[in-house]
C-alpha cells in the first residue's frame, strides 16, 4: 500500500519525471550468478533485468550482500574464478558480454566501460607514480591504426571467438551438472553411512530396538543399500547424458566453426586494406594542410633589418633561458631562493617574447608555426599515441576532475594524497579512456562527508560534459538523491523495486525500500530513525517466498510460502511485494516515511508554483 496521495501530490510526481533517451546503451536480462565455496553454492544474483539509457544514470541501492558489487562486476567481466554464470545476458552495442572470450573483453573493459571502485587505495599500485597509472590505459592501445583494424573486424572476430566460448561453456556446464549429481548423492550416502555407525553403536548399547526405530541399523543399511543403486544408476544416466550434451556441443561447434573462420579471414583482408586507406588519407589530409601553411608562411616576408632584430631578440631569449638554467641548478642545489628566480625567470621571459612579437609579421608567422606544429600533432595522434601525448592528456583530465598542480602530482606516489585526491586519480584513470559507461561501486564509501559531498558533485559534471552513462552503487539512499535518475532497489540478489528518482523517494512500495528510507538522518525529522531487524538471509540456502519477509513486520503469510511478482504501479515504476495484490490489507508505511514524503512534495509544489510566476 502507498503513502496516500492527493491528485495534486500524484500529479507533481508524473509530471517531475523525465523521458529517458530512447537509445540503451546496455541491456540487463534475467541475470543469475552463483559462487561455489566449502559449505556449498552462494546464489548471489537471482534473475536481475534492468536497461541503462544514454545519458541517464541508474542507482543501484541496497545493503551488503544484496547483489550489487556481483552485477557490476558481471558487466566488467571481472567475476572472481569461482563464479558461476547459470544464466542471462549482458548486451551492448549487440553483443552478449556473457558470451564474449576475455581477449575480446580487453577492447572493452576499461576503454568503453570504466569503473571506480569503493576503496581508491587499493585500487593504485602504491609503488608506481600515478602519472604511468593515469596513462596506461591509453598507452597500452597506442596504435591508433591497430585500433583503427580491431574495430573493422570485431563483429567476425567477436562471433568466431563466441562460438568457441559458447563451446566451452557448454560442456563446463554438463561436467558441472554432472559433478553437483555425484556431490549430492555422495553426500546423502556419507550421512547414512554416519546414522549407521551410530545406530550401531547405539544398538551395542541398548537392547530391544524394533526394525521400525529410526535408529535400527538394519533399515539404515537397507536405505544405504537403496541409495548406493540409486547413485549408480543415476550416475550411469547422467554420465551418458554429459557425453551427448559435450559432443553435442563440439557438433555444433565443428560445424559452425569453419564458416566463421573464413568469414574472419575474408574481413582480415579487407580491414588490411581499408586500414592502409585510411592512413594514406590521414597523411594527404596532413599534407595539404602543411603545404597550405607553408604558403601562408612563405609569403610574410621581413627586411634585412627586421631579420636582424629578430635574430638579435631570440639571441637575447636564449641567453635569458641558459642563465637560469644555471642559476637554477646551483639554487636548487642549496635549496633557496627557487621562487624568486623562477618570478624574475619569468617576467624577464614576458618582457623579452613581447619585444620579439612587436617586430612586424613575427606574431603572424608564430601563430602559423604553431597551427603547422598542431596539425603535425593531431595527423600524429591519430597514428599513434606517444607518451608526450598520453602526459599532455592526463594533466588535462587531472585538471579537469580538481587536481591542483597536476604537473607536480603526476610524478607523485598515492601516499602522498588524501583520501579525497586519491579518489579524483581513480576518475581521472576512468575517464582518461573516455568510456560511453561509467561504474561507480560505492566511490564515497570511504571519504568523509565534505569529500563526499565534493565527488558526487564531480561525477555528475563529468557526466554532463562527456555525455556518459553512469551506473551508480550505493547502500545509502541520501547518495542516490543527489545522484540518480532511475533507482533499482536490491534485496538477496533480486530487484525489489524499479522506477525513477521521484517515483522511489515520493511513492515507494515495497517494505525494504520504506525500511531504507527509514535509516536516512534528516535534521528536520522529529520521529526516530528506524534501523532495519535482522540480518540479510545466508543465500546458501535462500528463503522460500519473500526473502525480506522475516524481517519485514507488514509481512503477509503468503509472504513466507510464495516469491511475489512484479506489479507494474506506472509504466516506469514496478515492485515486488504481495501488497499490491487486489486482495491484500491496507498497510500504512512507517511515519517517518510518510512525513518526509509529504515534505518533499509540498516542497516540490511550492518550487513547481515559483517557476510558473
Known sequence: MAVKLNNSQKEIIQNSIEKPSEEKVLEVSNLVISFRTDNGKVQAVRGVSFDLHKGETLCIVGESGSGKSVT????????????????????????????????????????????????????????????????????????????????????????????????????????????????????????????????????????????????????????????????????????????????????????????????????????????????????????????????????????????????????????????????????????????????????????????REAIHGVKEMDALKKEKADAFESYRSQIRITKAMAKKKALDVMREVGIPEPEKRFKQYPFQFSGGMRQRIVIAIALIAEPHILICDEPTTALDVTIQAQILELINKLKATHQMSIIFITHDLGVVANMADRVAVMYAGKIVEYGTDKEIFFDPRHPYTWALLSSIPDIDSKEKLEAIPGTPPDMIYPPVGDAFAVRNKYALGIDFKYEPPYFEITPTHKVATWLEYDGAPDVEPPKIVSERIYKALNDEGELIKNEKR
Do not use: W
Not at 580491431?150 to 563451446?167: G, P, S, Y
Not at 588519407?281 to 612563405?298: C, G, Q, R, T
Not at 642545489?333 to 624574475?344: D, E, P, S
Open 72 to 355: 557490476s562486476k558481471a558487466i566488467m567481466g571481472i567475476l572472481s574464478p569461482n563464479a558461476i554464470v547459470e544464466g542471462g545476458q549482458i548486451i551492448y552495442q549487440g553483443e552478449d558480454l556473457m558470451q564474449v572470450s576475455e581477449e575480446e573483453y580487453h577492447r572493452i573493459r576499461g576503454h568503453r566501460i570504466g569503473m571506480i571502485f569503493q576503496d581508491p587505495l587499493s585500487s593504485l599500485n602504491p609503488i608506481v607514480k600515478i602519472g604511468k597509472q593515469i596513462t596506461e590505459t591509453l598507452l597500452i592501445n597506442s596504435n591508433q591504426l591497430k585500433n583503427y583494424y580491431d574495430e573493422l573486424i570485431a563483429n567476425e572476430l567477436t562471433a568466431f571467438a563466441n562460438a568457441k566460448v559458447v563451446r566451452n561453456s557448454r560442456i563446463r556446464k554438463a561436467n558441472r551438472e554432472f559433478d553437483e549429481l555425484k556431490d549430492e548423492l555422495n553426500k546423502k550416502i556419507s550421512a547414512l553411512e554416519e546414522e549407521l555407525s551410530k545406530a550401531k553403536s547405539e544398538a551395542k548399547k541398548e537392547a530391544g530396538l524394533t526394525r521400525e526405530s529410526s535408529s535400527n541399523p538394519e533399515a539404515i543399511k537397507a536405505e544405504l543399500e537403496s541409495v548406493k543403486a540409486e547413485k549408480k544408476s543415476k550416475l550411469a544416466e547422467a554420465s551418458t547424458k554429459k557425453k551427448e550434451e559435450i559432443a553435442l556441443a563440439k557438433e555444433e561447434y565443428q560445424q559452425k566453426a569453419p564458416g566463421l573462420k573464413e568469414a574472419l579471414k575474408k574481413k582480415k583482408a579487407e580491414a588490411k586494406v581499408e586500414t592502409k586507406k585510411h592512413a594514406e588519407d590521414l597523411k594527404n589530409e596532413y599534407e595539404v594542410k602543411e603545404k597550405e601553411i607553408d604558403a601562408k608562411l612563405a609569403s610574410i616576408q621581413l627586411n634585412e633589418q627586421e631579420q636582424k632584430e629578430l635574430n638579435e631578440a631570440e639571441k637575447r631569449i636564449n641567453q635569458e633561458k641558459l642563465a637560469y638554467y644555471c642559476l637554477f641548478a646551483l639554487n636548487y642545489f642549496f635549496n633557496k631562493h627557487k621562487q624568486i628566480l623562477r618570478a624574475k625567470h619569468l617576467a624577464k621571459m614576458q618582457q623579452l617574447l613581447a619585444e
